[in-house]
C-alpha cells in the first residue's frame, strides 16, 4: 500500500470532503455555468425554429409552440440549393487545402534546396496579415479574369474555392510541416532501398502516418469555408451560386419582416453536418494537433 493510500485512510472523511469543497468544487461549478453559457444560445435557436410565427423580439418562452412548419416550407426556398452549394465548396476546398498542404509540407521537410528556408519565412510572413485584407484587390482580380477564364473569374464557384486554397495554404504547410517532422526519416530510406519513389514514399507510407493531422486539416478547413460570410458574398451574386452563409444573411437583412422561424430552422440544419464531422473525426483532433508541436 502506497504513503499517499495510507493518508487518505488516515485522514477523516469529513477533511477530505472539505477539501474536495475547496480546491475541487469550484472548476465544476466554472464548467456548469460555461456549459449553460455554450448551450442557452442553441437552445433559443430550436425553440424558435419550432415556432411558427417566431419573431426577433418574440415571448421568452422556450417551446411554448412545437411545430414542423418552418423546416417544412423550407423545401419551398432555395435553402437546400444553397446548402449544397455550401457542402460542394467546402468539401473540394478540404480536399485541396489536404493535398496541396501536404505535398508542400512533405517537400518541406523531406528536401533541401536553395530557398527552403526563405520561402518558409515567407509563408510565415504573409499569415500575418489577414485575407480581409485583399478582399478589394480579389475581387478586381477576378474580374480580370473572368474575361479570360469565366469559369475562374468573379461570381464563380471555383474562382471562390481558389480564393479559399490560396488563404488556408500557408497556416496549413507549417501545421503539416511540424507534424511530418516526427515521422522518422529511416522510414524514407528503408523505402528508397526497396526501389520506392518520392511520389510512391508520398502517398503510401507518408500520408498513411499522418492520418490525424490531415483529418484535422480537412475539419478546420471545411468549418472555416462553411461558414465563412464576406469572400462569399464579395465574389458571389446570383442567387442560386451563393452560399448557406450568403442565403442566411438574404433572409435576415430585413429585421422587420425576416422570417425569423425559417432563419432559425435553416441555422438548425446548417449545424448538423459540423456536428456529424466532429463526431466522425473527434479521435482524430486531439492527436493531430499535439503530436506536431514537439519533434522526437
Known sequence: MSVQAEELEIRPSGTRNARWWKEVSWRHLVGVLASIYAVFPLVYVLSTSLNPSAKLAGSNDLFRVISSENFTQLADTK??????NSLFISTVSAIGTVLMASAAAYAFSRFRFTGRRTSLTGLLIIQMFPQMLAVVAIFLLLLSL???????????????????????????????????????????????????????IFWTIILRLVTPILAVVGLLSFVGTYGEFIIAKTVLS???????????????????????????????????????????????????????????
Open 79 to 84: 435553402f437546400y440549393t444553397w446548402a449544397m
Open 146 to 200: 473572368k474575361e479570360v477564364y469565366p469559369f475562374l473569374g468573379a461570381n464563380s464557384q471555383l474562382g471562390l474555392i481558389a480564393i479559399y486554397l490560396g488563404g488556408a495554404l500557408g497556416v496549413n504547410t507549417f501545421l503539416l510541416y511540424g507534424f511530418f517532422n516526427t515521422v522518422p526519416k529511416e522510414i524514407d530510406e528503408a523505402a528508397k532501398i526497396d526501389g520506392a519513389t518520392h511520389a510512391q
Open 238 to 296: 446570383q442567387s442560386d451560386k451563393v452560399t448557406l452563409a450568403v442565403g442566411l444573411y438574404q433572409w435576415a437583412s430585413d429585421e422587420r419582416n425576416a422570417p425569423w422561424g425559417l432563419f432559425a430552422a435553416g441555422a438548425v440544419l446548417a449545424a448538423i453536418p459540423i456536428i456529424v464531422l466532429f463526431l466522425y473525426l473527434q479521435k482524430y483532433i486531439v492527436s493531430g494537433l499535439t503530436a506536431g508541436s514537439v519533434k522526437g
